[in-house]
């Protein structure tokens, strides 16, 4: 097997290594998806509940489908791909939203994330997808940049930053 960096659905087989990840966003503030001994117990349960989004949305959300980047056998990042827009995703969130653990960012992984997920996007028949970030989120930037997304606007969001709205346009088919 290749240890090169793959989009994978979520699985048992990454608890070790997704927890761990857990710990590393806990460090930097920021909230987990579930608290951490209810990972440690449940996480099967946490497995269901993320790829059920998929068909059987929670109550305010709109269907996703979520993957996590591996490398080298380990969690590196989470990908969420939304099936449809709704007012408040159009401001903030997009289609695509991303994250690389800690420990694995600056060596790439978040635009390679981005570029996997394109193909997803393109399969669901959506022909432009929305990137949003943060306005000092320099590394976000770059990353949807780097693959295509062109500035609409900023939009402010009663946070501290504005939010940059990109699009990516699915490319034109050579037939």
């Not at 608290?35 to 059987?56: G, H, K, M």
């Not at 709109?62 to 969690?75: E, G, H, R």
């Amino acid at each position: 097997m290749s240890n090169e960096p793959i989009l994978v659905r979520p699985a048992m087989q990454y608890k070790d290594s997704f927890i761990a990840a857990v710990r590393e966003y806990e460090r930097e503030g920021v909230r987990p998806p579930w608290n951490y001994s209810i990972l440690q117990d449940q996480f099967d349960e946490y497995i269901d509940t993320v790829l059920a989004a998929e068909t059987q949305p929670l109550a305010g959300y709109v269907p996703q489908s979520t993957f996590w980047l591996v490398v080298n056998k380990q969690y590196a990042g989470t990908l969420d791909i939304r099936h449809h827009l709704t007012p408040s995703l159009r401001k903030f969130g997009g289609h695509i939203g991303y994250r690389v653990r800690p420990t694995m960012r600056r060596k790439g992984y978040g635009t390679l994330q981005l570029k996997l997920a394109l193909p997803h996007i393109w399969a669901l028949g959506i022909e432009r997808a929305l990137v949003t970030c943060d306005d000092d989120n320099v590394g976000s930037q770059k990353i949807i940049e780097a693959n295509g997304g062109i500035l609409q606007d900023k939009l402010d969001n009663g946070r501290s930053s504005l939010t940059r709205r990109y699009w990516i346009d699915k490319p034109k088919s050579s037939n």
